[in-house]
């Protein structure tokens, strides 16, 4: 008794410091991916004109967006680029008084727009003016740790999720290389770990529970990753980034994150498992690159993200190989799923040639930034949509399943409720009973009582044989007691797969008449060729439920 009390008084305790972590039940709830969008005309904007039209924002599908701060206004009111002062690692107007004015502006911005909830701060990490910081130069490095200091603390109070830190080397010069002057590796690679420190202390100790999302992490280099010794490699080629990572982590506290953006992601092919493998790969081969004390704190506070690039499926010279069914959009939202798929919670989306609103006074400080006028969703119409249903796949489901009614597609179940093999239940563990309700169907047909059903199901085949890589939807509707989950399982010529993974759904919130839905969209893997609509029981005795409407479309 005294181990259940103290169960119950620690899970009241933190439900109590963290309320929104458990459901009702007191259960967790399923983390909800994200999609954040970074971009040419949203590092031109201030701010301040993010902020002045967050509603436009609303109507994008996004959660976040990276926001920056491209210039400064000293005492004289002359307006200073950071980028011209080695951006955020260098300049000296990085400061409390210059950016402590953002504040307000952006906790409004992320608390009143879901859009810009998600959103963070923006920030180089590699030289953007063609001046190399030296390892040994303790002056610049104390002034990016008192920056990283001053840019934590903004994103703390002002509502965001945490920074966005680009160490791309835009101007090859290679701050995170061990150059030929430097001292061997086995000096310079310890003094880039302690730098990390250095920077991570600094941006922790105001943002304990920050997210660094970095377009690269160790997915920069994903040689090391087929290499025998990738810790070898390493030093033989003086990459010092991960020795930076690696300091990072030493001072990273428990409730901080780092995210691999993997810019990488651009590039992978739809229906090769290719996001899929590359989280592998982030999280299992990457680890030789870690040291042994960080490892567990590598594995716990990693997430694996990913970017892709929406003017791949503008430009026609590019899209061949992006389209589906001929489709630049429908291209984008395979890709868009599979990347969300394999992502632990952020996909992030790169834009140069459009623009994500329809600014009132963008300024373009550089002739080279060829912005359109257009925005992306008037570039790639349902765009939006599409995000929102990437991140909701019931949404897209029933979207697709109305929308496959409504064009009076052929339902590919073959049978009904009541039909031959179509309900089964263990006879050795329940002796329940499946019985006709006429008229009390959800549209006023006819639908099922399953009763006392203690080990049974509901199983459906399809009318027609199904090809690899097809798209279908599903669909069934329960109201009562003892309803267990909807799932798809498969069969090859007839004979059962049961080495092949399924895709169960639980059933949604009743509607108003007590009817409750589940929906599914899947597509048939490499193997089979029969889907099979399970619908399972597992009620107590005196329960019972009615089942209804059993749907499967082909979409494409």
Partial sequence: MKSIVEFLTVSLALSAICPSALAADGLWETPKKKIV??????????????????????????DGVVVRVPYVTDAGGKRIRL???????????????AFG????????????????????????????????????????????????????SVAKRGGLVGICADAE?????????????????AVTGPLARERGRQIGRAMF?????????SFWFLSLNKSYANSDDPVAVMRAEGDLWPMFINGLLDVMPPAARLVDGDEHGYWYRTGLFEYERENVRMLTRALALIAPENRGKYRSQLQVGFGLYLDEYINPKKTDYRTKNGSAVEGFREQLGEA???????????????????WANLRIPYGW???????????LPGLAQMLREAKDPQLEAIRLLDARRAAGATNLVEKSLLGKGSNWQNEKRSHGTFTPLPGRGHDGGTAVLAENVASGCFLFGSSRKAAEGEAYVAEAYARGDGIGTFTVRWKKDGTWN?????????????????????????????GVNEPVLKINLAQQEGQKAAFDRVVLYKVD
């Fill in 37 to 62: 969008a970074s971009s040419w005309d949203l590092g031109c904007a201030t701010i301040e004109e993010v902020a002045a039209q967050a509603d436009l924002f609303d109507e994008t599908g996004l």
């Fill in 83 to 97: 980028a011209d002062e080695n951006g955020d690692l260098e300049s000296t107007h990085v400061t409390e008084a």
């Fill in 101 to 152: 004015r953002y504040v307000p502006i952006l906790r409004k911005m992320t608390a009143e727009h879901a859009s810009l909830k998600h959103s963070f701060l923006g920030c180089n990490w590699s030289p953007v003016n063609g001046h190399r910081i030296s390892w040994t130069n303790d002056a610049a490095w104390a002034q990016f740790a008192a920056n990283m200091k001053v840019l934590a």
């Fill in 169 to 185: 080397d835009y101007g090859n010069i290679g701050q995170f290389w061990r150059k030929s002057f430097e001292p061997p590796f």
């Fill in 205 to 213: 100790g105001e943002f304990p529970e920050m997210r660094i999302l």
């Fill in 340 to 358: 969300l798929y394999a992502a632990d919670e952020y996909v992030w989306l790169w834009g140069e040639k459009q623009r994500w609103i329809k």
């Fill in 369 to 379: 930034m060829k912005i359109g006028k257009e925005t992306w969703e008037e570039r």
């Fill in 498 to 526: 049961w080495n092949m993974p399924g895709t169960d759904a639980a059933f949604g919130a009743p509607d108003a008449k007590g009817w409750r839905r589940a929906s599914i969209k899947f597509r048939v893997p490499h």
